[in-house]
């Protein structure tokens, strides 16, 4: 069981704190995601726009509570998370902040490249992208088609489709996976300035999520210099797929708290328009609290353990394939003690339900999810012997 210490305690009130201040714009966000732009100065987004770079890159975050919090553990993520995710998932995902981009670029990036881009987010608020996904091989590595092209300066020219690429329209930077020659060693990552020649992202029409700015992006012989090819410094084997694999397990936490957070805001709205419940209803409320006290535990857990080892992320792939259903689940349910039509007249309950259908499909879906617990089942990671807990628990 991983609890919570005073410090991060002390940051779970204050980031609830300024979630008051949030949840107000959820229908606004909803209907125009670029309505962010005009609330950057809320505490929340403030922190979210540098969330994730670290003391050593000159990052002075506001104490809070006499504490500085930089956003680099994914325990920590996890807290901020799942509370502005409960305020509203919208504007947390519409927010700038360096965090997908930055986790691959604290993994891979050599001291040079992390200044730049460290250096370019503290500058000013600026979203950033991470491109992995492939119009028609989704996130198979084998079958990536953006390639990347040597010229005789050393560096590249980029070429190629992503999709479903959070934020990408409006990032300034991002890191774009291509293929640089044939085999599994051949993948690499790359800074983008997506101001450079041949970058076109454009929005995709979405139902939930809105705030996140899906796209879909085109490269056209983008030039790539090459001090932006990511992991020179390290071996082969982790410029690529093990880059990749290696985020996704740092960041699954994070999208499993938002998960919760979800169900939470939904719950929360319940308590807030129902006063009074019958008992068959206070039962499935409860029951309800329950599940999503035991997912935060779980999330939790899986945080710890891939901030102390990041290729343990078999609990992460648990984590996000738990707290996704749940979200799902809980957000019909709280729409269900409003009765029929309920998603018609309560819009906020219907916001909460597009957007916990979302969070399947973000980091891989629930069968990706899977496989990542069969191998680690396979490799010895899961404790078979341990008595079972319920899937509703």
Not at 32 to 42: G, I, M, N, Y
Not at 60 to 77: D, Q, T
Not at 272 to 292: M, N
Request: aromatic residues 6%; glycine residues 10%.
């Amino acid at each position: 069981m991983t609890h919570l210490d005073d410090r991060l305690l002390i940051l779970r009130g204050q980031i609830r704190e300024w979630g008051a201040q949030v949840r107000p714009l959820a229908l606004e966000i909803d209907r125009d995601p670029e309505a962010v732009r005009h609330h950057f100065a809320l505490p929340a987004v403030r922190h979210l726009a540098t969330m994730g770079v670290p003391e050593e890159y000159g990052h002075e975050p506001e104490k809070i509570g006499g504490h500085r919090f930089y956003g680099v553990s994914a325990l920590e993520r996890a807290v901020v998370m799942e509370e502005l995710a409960c305020a509203d998932v919208g504007t947390l995902v519409a927010s700038p902040g360096p965090l997908l981009a930055g986790v691959a670029v604290g993994l891979c990036a050599d001291d040079r490249q992390k200044r730049w881009f460290y250096g370019r987010v503290l500058a000013e608020p600026l979203w950033t992208c991470f491109a992995l996904t492939e119009p028609e091989g989704g996130s198979d590595a084998a079958a990536m088609r953006t390639s990347l092209t040597s010229t005789p300066d050393g560096g590249a020219l980029l070429s190629g489709e992503k999709r479903y690429v959070g934020n990408a329209c409006r990032a300034q930077l991002g890191v774009v996976f291509a293929r640089a020659r044939p085999g599994p060693l051949g993948i690499t990552a790359v800074l983008v300035d997506t101001a450079e020649p041949g970058f076109d992202a454009r929005p995709l029409d979405m139902i939930g999520l809105r705030g996140a700015r899906i796209s879909s992006v085109v490269m056209d012989r983008m030039p790539i210099p090459e001090d932006r090819f990511l992991g020179r410094h390290l071996t082969a084997t982790r410029r690529g797929v093990w880059a990749f694999v290696q985020t996704f397990n740092v960041l699954r936490p994070g999208v499993a708290a938002i998960a919760v957070g979800i169900a939470r805001a939904a719950l929360e709205y319940v308590a807030e328009h129902r006063s009074t419940l019958s008992g068959a209803e206070r039962e499935r409320y409860e029951e309800l609290v329950r599940r999503v006290d035991a997912t935060r535990h779980l999330v939790h857990h899986a945080a710890a353990a891939v901030d102390a080892r990041g290729t343990d992320g078999h609990l992460a792939s648990a984590a996000k394939l738990r707290a996704a259903r749940l979200a799902e689940d809980v957000t019909l349910a709280a729409a269900a003690f409003f009765g029929p039509g309920a998603r018609l007249s309560h819009p906020f309950l219907d916001k909460l339900a597009r957007d916990a259908r979302a969070m399947e499909f973000l980091e891989g879906t629930g069968n990706m999810q899977r496989l990542n617990l069969f191998q680690g089942l396979l490799g010895g990671k899961v404790d078979r012997d341990r008595r079972r807990v319920p899937a509703d628990a």
